[in-house]
Nanobody, 123 residues
Framework: QVQLVEVGGGLVQAGGSLRLSCLAS????????MGWFRQAPGKEREFVAR????????IYADSVKGRFTISRDNAKNTVYLQMNSLKPEDTAVYYC????????????????WGQGTQVTVSS
């Protein structure tokens, strides 16, 4: 079992930055691909970014490419999401997730989820 806790959300003005952290416990995240998802009110949970187990491969949603950066520190059992140039449409609850698959294809491929952290971007 892996327990995931997201921290770092909050209220920020458009154009600002936030860094989310996903603190893992129970097992080392080095055995998992890690991803970030988000869910805005009334919308489905959508993919934001993911990183392979060793950190060599990163994939981003087109909507955040060039603005968001996912990273991981396996020694600290922590995954990060640096969010720059934030836009009001980035407002959502952000979730961290862990997948035992080598290449997770969708949110159904993730085994563990955090409880989420709210990010609100004001215009």
């Amino acid at each position: 079992q892996v327990q995931l806790v997201e921290v770092g959300g909050g209220l920020v003005q458009a154009g600002g930055s936030l860094r989310l952290s996903c603190l893992a416990s129970g097992r080392t995240i080095g055995s998992y691909a890690m991803g970030w998802f988000r869910q805005a009110p009334g919308k489905e949970r959508e993919f934001v970014a993911r990183m392979s187990r060793a950190g060599g491969t990163t994939i981003y949603a087109d909507s955040v490419k060039g603005r968001f950066t996912i990273s991981r520190d396996n020694a600290k059992n922590t995954v990060y999401l640096q969010m720059n140039s934030l836009k009001p449409e980035d407002t959502a609850v952000y979730y961290c997730a862990a997948s035992s698959r080598l290449v997770p294809g969708s949110k159904r491929d993730y085994d563990y989820w955090g409880q989420g952290t709210q990010v609100t971007v004001s215009s």
